[in-house]
């Protein structure tokens, strides 16, 4: 089966700058997360969506970024405006029923630089 | 917050050589699992234990879970030079039925090299 898909794999920006990243989870696979992986440190989740509803965005900076999951498959994450703290790698992950395992599938990320 | 805690922080080996990594957490949790990161790339699953659990395998891997002593250790035997990555243990606290999903919360990994 294909994997959870995102993009860009890079991208650089300037501070205060907007970017926004894409991810296309695995097919039937209705919990999709969004983390922040900083330099050096382990992923912190920003959001959780089940099919296109949030259930946890405790942790998402609001004030700056927002996401969006259209539809219960696709989902946007953006940045408006970036600031430096924001360079990172950003990975999508999704999960499949409870029934099945309690895994995550992870995407390749979307490294950001904020300059 | 970070629940679990790698440790060491980086460990470096020759091929051919086990590899121990040791995971600490604070709250009680209902399953540990570890995960792979290459360099610039996602996070692979692989293998999760059970809270009830004390020891299991797959492949060359071994993982224990002490749940008296919060902590967790992953085994890698005769190590190769693809093993070279960052190894993360992240804990769950159970089916969240408000999510609709388990939650994980992610250590800080530990960054193993293995030389050739």
């Known amino acids: 089966e294909a994997g959870v898909a995102q993009s860009p794999r890079y991208k650089i920006i300037e501070k205060r700058q907007s970017v926004a990243f894409w991810c296309n989870p695995i097919?039937?696979?209705?919990?999709l997360y969004w983390y922040q992986q900083i330099l050096g440190q382990g992923p912190k989740l920003l959001i959780q969506?089940?099919?296109?509803?949030?259930?946890?965005d405790s942790q998402l900076p609001k004030d700056r970024f927002s996401a969006e999951r259209l539809k219960g498959v696709d989902s946007t994450l953006k940045i408006q405006p970036a600031k430096l703290e924001d360079s990172a790698v950003y990975l999508c992950a999704s999960s499949p029923p409870r029934t099945v395992q309690e895994t995550q599938y992870f995407g390749p990320g979307t490294r950001l630089l904020v300059l | 917050s970070q629940q679990g805690e790698e440790d060491p922080q980086a460990l470096s080996i020759q091929e051919g050589e086990n590899a121990t990594m040791n995971c600490s957490y604070k709250t009680s949790i209902n399953n540990l699992q570890w995960y792979r990161q290459n360099s610039g790339r996602g996070l692979v699953h692989l293998i999760l234990?059970?809270?009830?659990?004390r020891e299991k395998h797959s492949g060359r891997l071994r993982v224990t879970l002490d749940t008296s002593k919060k902590s967790s250790s992953l085994l890698i035997t005769a190590s190769r030079a693809a093993d070279t990555a960052s190894y993360f243990c992240a804990t769950d606290l159970g089916w969240d039925s408000g999510a609709g999903s388990y939650q994980l919360t992610f250590g800080k990994g530990t960054k193993l090299s293995v030389i050739p």
């Open positions: 969506f089940q099919n296109n509803g949030v259930v946890d």
């Open positions: 097919s039937g696979h209705a919990t």
């Open positions: 234990i059970r809270s009830n659990e």
